[in-house]
């Protein structure tokens, strides 16, 4: 049942409620395609995910041969609902589409953000809050790093929160399933929506969210992901073993968990606590930090974007419950300066001679070829070609079936980065592409394309 303020409330929300998606989505854009033109994109993750659409797009598997040959990425990460992008694809094939898709996700997620705060807080306080939201370091720091799926979870979970900011919460049970369909982690967002609906009384419809959170999550990790993996398995599992202190394991190295847990709260000047529905954010904060990667414990890449919403929607409705409406006021435009202080300045450059180099070097590949890339190089050729990763490629004369595809064309980094191969190994890659028969036919901007010439018998997905 609807809460009468928000019915009252619903009426008198003015447009204002639509304008943080403008500078969202504008922020998204000047902060990632110019680093796709500059070459700062890679092929782990964004050179990926569009071979994942790519497939999608052309009515096949999501395959990504960056992962592997066949590799289809429901075998990694369960994300069917990836397959939304493929009609956008479809019309603008090329890794921009899907910088332009998260940017676009982002700034749908603010209108829920901000109807809510306005219904709470007015229409002051509503859509500064809602704008700074939208500048959030969460959502910014994904923009910073590619694209992945849990662009998709943001609206989703940015609206089932305005919904139980609301008290509607049939609403927030469906905006909340889908989840299970972008990742299967997300099923510990949906677990946690249950467990706070049957706190408010909905028993049936609190019991059916965890029922599904863990029925759907079971599913995906120990049947529909092994059933898609080429070894047959989880990949991840190992982040769930259960080894030594557990207190100790979920909350040391205390400097970088609880530094994230600060930077998580500070945004919303610690008012976010106030609300029940900051309880949204233990299981998964307590997921990431249980696992012994510490990639996932810090504040860098995408990993929290999904939580912004819950702490600005927290935030509003904690401004709401205060006895005293002062901060109601102030609290909202506070919060817009911070975020505005804390958000990097979008860096405008175009790409530079090296750059515009490299890819004059990139072009002579024909399109539809089998290609070996470095990672930094594999999303300049994602969309026209098969790429592999280099240096994981197989000799073409190697017995048996290649791990990867033949590539008949490499593009590599003349001095290699150390991600995700060594850069050791890169090195002793390099300097073993001549006697595989190998030779550089185009160079530029640190950037060196060698083509395979030596005689060999053809393989299915060679090309010449």
Partial sequence: MTHPHFSDARRRISPAAWLPAVPTVLYGLLLSLPRHRRMETTGFDLGIFEQAVRGYAAGRPPVATLKGAGFDLLGDHFSPALAVLAPFYRLFPGPQTLLVAQAVLFALSTVPVTRTATALLGRAGGPALGTAYGLSWGLWRAELFDFHEVALAVPLVACSVAALARERHRAALCWALPLLLVKEDQGLLLAGIGLLLWWRGERRLGGLAVL??????LLEVLVLIPAANPDGSYGYGANGSWHGDPLTRLLQPADLKWH????????????????????????????????????????????NAVLMPVLFLALADGLHRLPARRPTRWAPPLCLLLALHTAPLPDLAGPTPAVRAARQALAVIPDGATVAAANRLAPQLTARC?????????????????????????????EPDGFPVPRSEQL??????????????AAGGGVTVYEWTAQRRELPNSSR
């Fill in 260 to 303: 994230t847990v600060a930077a998580l709260l500070a945004p919303t000047l610690l008012l976010a606590l106030r609300s029940r529905l900051c309880l949204l954010l233990v299981l998964p904060l307590a997921a990431r930090f249980w696992t012994p990667n510490p990639t996932y414990w810090g504040c860098g890449e995408h990993y």
């Fill in 428 to 441: 002793a890659a390099l300097a073993a592409l001549p006697a595989a028969g190998y030779r550089p036919v």
């Fill in 212 to 217: 599904a959170a863990a029925a759907g999550t």
């Fill in 386 to 414: 098969t790429v592999s990763l280099f240096p994981d490629l197989s000799p073409p004369d190697a017995p048996g079936p290649p791990s990867r595809p033949v590539a008949h064309w490499v593009a590599a980094l003349d």
